[in-house]
């Protein structure tokens, strides 16, 4: 899901896999294309990921959907993401 559209151009993505849809190759698949329908539908500029430090298995998931690294916030590691060139 997308949300906190309070500063224009940016959201945030959020996911959570039940146990038995893990590992599957889906959640990656499913933040690209929320990712696409933002860029493509919604007009965005900017998506962050926010995991905590510990949460390799997001992290992974966001970085292997596009995401890059960015920064930290608060308790966060923060990931990001803009449309490329090619859309």
């Known amino acids: 899901m ?12 959020g996911f959570w896999f039940a146990q038995h849809a893990r590992r599957r190759g889906l959640t990656e698949a499913a933040i690209a294309l929320t990712m696409r329908w933002g860029f493509e539908q919604l007009g965005l500029t900017r998506i962050e990921g926010l995991t905590s430090p510990a949460n390799t298995h ?15 916030r608060g308790d966060f590691v923060v990931f990001s993401a803009q449309p490329s060139d090619e859309d």
């Open 58 to 72: 997001s992290q992974k998931a966001m970085a292997r959907a596009g995401m890059l690294r960015d920064t930290e």
């Open 2 to 13: 997308l949300f906190r559209f309070d500063v224009p151009g940016l959201a945030e993505v």
